[in-house]
């Protein structure tokens, strides 16, 4: 602050009404699933229906997995990789600018790595802390970034149903794709999302199931509604 300058008025809000606002507490939406499950069409649903702040965490994987491409750097080397997460800039991420296949591949060979995982998963767990609540989509939420969430959902879908999704989001928006091409791509990308030692995809115990193979969007939205709605009475 610089000589006789006035001291700040305070801030609006909890604070000025004599709340601290560390005791303010939030309430966090752990959704985890695997690729194309149509856990971040959701997400972006239920963030929007709270008024929560919504991450898609796979964005953050994505970064770092671009910002080493672009770089040219090697992906076998942890070091680099996790200094690089580190620099990853919450703010600032676009799925638009992240969407490419490659980036897609390469951040799911980043995601194995434990020292990226746990740079990430600091960043992830700041950004769940925000007031007055958080959803958060991905692959470990309710079992390792969030793991005390008063809410997990486990988003699913069969390989097929998820293939035949992404074929037609492309051919929807005049891009030509290979179905086959993308079912053996849901396949890999799920065998080492499961498969890996640090973190592997699957259910927390407590979360609720919701197969979407069936189930529109809006059913999938309301299910997960009442789900949540429930929680918030609990919580109030
Ligand atoms: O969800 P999205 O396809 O954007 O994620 C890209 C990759 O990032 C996933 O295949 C997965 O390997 C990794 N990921 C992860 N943990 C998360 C989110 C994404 O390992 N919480």
Redesign the pocket.
């Known amino acids: 602050m610089s000589l006789g300058s006035r001291p700040k008025p305070p801030p609006p809000g909890p604070a000025a009404a004599g709340i601290d606002r560390m005791t303010l507490k939030t309430f966090t939406i752990a959704i ?1 699933g695997p ?2 499950a149509g ?2 069409t959701l997400s972006r649903r239920i963030a929007e229906q709270y008024g929560f702040h919504h991450l ?7 970064a770092t ?1 671009k910002a080493l491409l672009d770089a040219g750097l090697p992906f076998d080397d942890e070091a680099v990789a996790e200094k690089i997460a580190r620099e990853v800039e919450l703010a600032g991420l676009d ?1 638009d600018m ?1 969407s490419k296949h490659e980036i ?1 591949e390469a ?3 980043i ?2 790595m434990p020292p990226v ?1 746990r740079a ?1 998963v600091e960043a ?1 767990r700041r950004f769940a802390a925000k007031t007055p609540g958080t959803v ?6 309710g079992t390792v ?1 969030c793991p005390d969430a008063p809410v997990k959902l486990y988003v699913t879908a069969s390989p097929e149903v998820r293939a035949r999704r992404r074929y037609d989001e492309i051919l929807g928006k005049g891009g030509t794709a290979d179905f086959d091409a993308i079912f053996e791509d849901v396949k890999r ?1 799920d065998e ?2 499961m498969g ?1 030692a640090d ?1 592997p ?1 699957k259910p927390a115990d407590d979360a609720h199931l919701l197969d979407t193979s069936e189930m529109s969007i809006e059913a999938a939205f309301q299910a997960a509604k009442s789900i949540i709605d429930a929680a918030l009475s609990r919580n109030a």
């Open positions: 985890d690729a194309a856990k971040g898609d965490t796979g964005l953050t994987y994505r997995a799925r992240l897609g951040a799911s060979k995601a194995v995982r990430l992830q958060l989509d991905g692959r470990d939420i970034v990308r080492r999302d890996r973190s995809l």
